[in-house]
């Protein structure tokens, strides 16, 4: 489809929020290779060094991914619960899609990756305390280790691990889903609205009155705007028409707010419209795209660790090649992740809520 031609055609989100009719899988999928591309600079050069997207609009590349994984989440998480019918059932759900494949990534890079590159002895990096905790505390998404003994302490960024810092803040936002779910807002629109009105004033207050939050509020506040309206999408999906002309009047409306205290909602909300938009935009063969799998959660936990393993390999580089190096394994990783790992450990959580359900029935 030409892009004159996308951008007259218009649908509501409601019907393309269902089904394997659509490009969500690839817009997470490129959502993920960003975040590989965004760190591949302080990777290489160390902390600090920003990427030139950072430079031209003060959010780097891997920043306006994550949004972007956070509007969408909210969008299929709050369908998730309501498609559950149960508080017990979506945490369950939600547990097999995000811990079992974080677990197999921690235990590889700990016990894998890293007898082989650490400076250490096998013995002495196995003995080491930090190793063994290491896949335990990052588990907990919340004490989390990003290192390990003697692992790329040569390098310019001397740490394994970077990107699963915001898995806590996600998790977080499951549980705002789940609050609202088992209180019954989610089936109420006019409950939800005003929810969501309450959301906004208490979101606004620190830049209303120049309080400073501690870092991690600061990171929960910023994330969980894109998260939030991810849900409101879900839950007015049938009145959210997805159109061109639209799509480009708040990406107009966002630059326009660049410098003002609304740059960073209007941001936001014109990546959320355009992400959904574009998971309706474009038809025809990249569609077929769904029938591969979701690799983007693989690629998220595994690319940095790999960035990293590239240069151990490989030698000093710059951004480009460190992503050219590094995306092949990636990419390797999250196939073997999603249907090894991570597809099953969800069918076996719907398998075994079914025969919960059915001797439940008996009884």
């Given amino acids: ?17 269902q089904g394997q009719d659509n490009n969500f899988n690839l817009i997470r999928f490129l959502a993920a290779v960003a975040v590989l591309v965004s760190h591949a600079w302080p990777i290489t050069g160390g902390p600090g060094t920003t990427e030139p997207f950072h430079d031209a609009i003060g959010h780097s590349l891997g920043s306006l ?6 509007t969408l989440s909210g969008f299929f998480i709050a369908g998730s619960f309501q498609r559950s019918k149960s508080g017990t059932r979506f945490i369950v759900a939600r547990a097999a899609r995000l811990f079992p494949g974080l677990a197999v990534s921690l235990a590889f890079v700990a016990f894998v990756m890293g007898p082989v590159v650490s400076d250490l002895s096998l013995g002495a990096y196995l003995r080491h305390p930090d190793t063994a905790m290491f896949t335990l505390r990052n588990l907990s998404l919340i004490n989390l280790q990003y290192s390990l003994p003697g692992v790329f302490g040569a390098l310019p960024y001397p740490r394994v691990e970077g990107s699963i810092w ?12 789940f609050a609202f779910g088992v209180t019954g807002l989610l089936a109420r629109r006019r409950a939800m609205l005003g929810a969501l009105v309450i959301y906004a004033l208490v979101w606004s207050a620190p830049s209303l009155t120049g309080f ?10 910023k994330l969980s705007l894109p998260f939030v309206i991810g849900v409101a999408f879900w839950i007015w999906r049938d009145r959210v028409v997805l159109s061109g002309p639209i799509c480009a009047g ?18 936001v909300l014109a990546l959320s419209y355009g992400a959904f938009w574009l998971g309706h935009a474009p038809r025809g063969a990249v569609r077929r795209f769904n029938r591969l799998g979701d690799y983007s959660y693989g690629i998220y936990i595994y690319a940095f660790p790999l960035q990293g393993l590239a240069i151990w390999l490989w030698g000093p580089m710059g951004p480009a090649l460190n992503i050219a190096l590094a995306l092949p394994m990636t990419l390797i990783c999250a196939v073997a992740s999603w249907h090894w790992i991570e597809r099953p ?8 809520w079914g025969r919960r359900h059915r001797i439940s029935r008996q009884w």
Avoid: N, Q, W
Avoid at 65 to 70: C, D, R
Avoid at 166 to 177: N, R, S
Avoid at 250 to 267: D, Q
Avoid at 345 to 352: F, I, Q, S, T
């Fill in 1 to 17: 489809m030409s892009i004159p031609k996308m951008l007259k055609t218009h649908i509501r989100l409601g019907d393309v929020a």
């Fill in 65 to 70: 991914a994550v949004y972007v994984f956070f």
């Fill in 166 to 177: 915001t898995l806590i803040y996600e998790v977080l936002c499951y549980g705002m889903v």
């Fill in 212 to 221: 400073d939050l501690h870092p991690s509020v600061a990171h929960l506040r």
């Fill in 250 to 267: 708040l990406i107009v409306g966002a630059i326009v707010a660049h410098e003002t205290a609304f740059a960073y909602p209007m941001l």
């Fill in 345 to 352: 450990a969800l069918d076996l959580a719907r398998a075994g």
